[in-house]
């Protein structure tokens, strides 16, 4: 396989075709929305934009594992994985996509040895991808070349934390003073780790269940930008858990320390 440091642009053309030719097509288009067995929910802009990913996938890298979460939902997770894998979620922030905000997005990540390498995130409804390079992390867009991406310092007083929209206002009080952020914003989906990645953001905190395939790309985009997504006791947050389903933990991710 070619160097992980190379692999960002071809995982950038892939989830940008994915959206291009079949996720925002079918946004606000109506389709039919049904319940996976976890109650959340699910559409043809998912199932057909794995597809598509997962093709392309086996294309460039034939015999590589990939986990992806439609098929996960559908089939289940493997009971091990090697060292080397993907990670897919066609459509993360699908509640974002069905109501119609922007805030969904398209990942690919790719983990070595427990770790994300490589990755590209789409947000299709914005125009914007972010992907890793030998060199950090780039973001591009339909009419701006490829240009490096950078956290911010951490502000006194304007630090801006993102948080989910189903967040109680309690809760996100509790966090500000764990945390020390100021400013709060609610969005869904992994744009969250670009959006810090990028500069516009300092942290976001998750006290709850994600799944791998949630956060896999836009770790990677996060790290390669100077970021950090750690554990919330402050261990590194690791993937390949098959034990535990592919299932996250808390973990906080930030621009700086």
């Known amino acids: 396989m070619t160097s992980p440091a190379d692999l960002g642009l071809i995982l950038a053309d892939i989830?940008?075709?994915a959206a291009r030719d079949i996720i925002l097509p079918l946004w606000r288009s109506g389709l039919a929305v049904d319940a996976k067995a976890d109650k959340s929910?699910?559409?043809?802009a998912d199932r057909q934009g794995e597809i598509l990913i997962l093709k392309r996938l086996a294309e460039h890298f034939p015999g590589v594992t990939v986990i992806s979460e439609e098929h996960a939902s559908e089939f289940g997770t493997p009971d091990e994985i090697g060292p080397r894998f993907f990670l897919v979620d066609p459509v993360d922030g699908t509640k974002a996509f069905v109501r119609g905000d922007p805030h969904f997005t398209v990942n690919i990540g790719l983990i070595e040895n427990g770790r994300p390498v490589a990755g590209a995130v789409n947000a299709p409804a914005l125009g914007q991808t972010w992907f890793t390079t030998a060199q950090g992390t780039h973001r591009r867009g339909p009419e701006a070349d490829a240009a490096p991406v950078r956290v911010r310092r951490w502000k006194q007083g304007e630090a801006l934390c993102l948080i989910s929209h189903t967040m109680k206002p309690e809760t996100a009080d509790a966090l500000a003073k764990e945390y020390g952020f100021d400013l709060r914003q609610p969005m869904d989906?992994?744009?969250?780790?670009?959006?810090?990645?990028?500069?516009?953001?300092d942290i976001y905190p998750r006290h709850g269940t994600t799944m791998e395939w949630d956060i896999?790309?836009?770790?990677?985009?996060?790290e390669g930008a100077g970021g950090l997504m750690l554990n919330h006791n402050g261990s590194p947050l690791t993937y390949g858990k098959a034990s535990e389903g592919f299932r996250n933990g808390w973990f906080v991710a930030r621009g700086t320390p």
């Open 216 to 222: 896999a790309a836009g770790h990677a985009v996060l």
């Open 41 to 44: 929910p699910v559409t043809e």
């Open 15 to 17: 989830v940008e075709e």
């Open 189 to 201: 989906s992994s744009i969250k780790l670009c959006i810090i990645a990028q500069g516009d953001a």
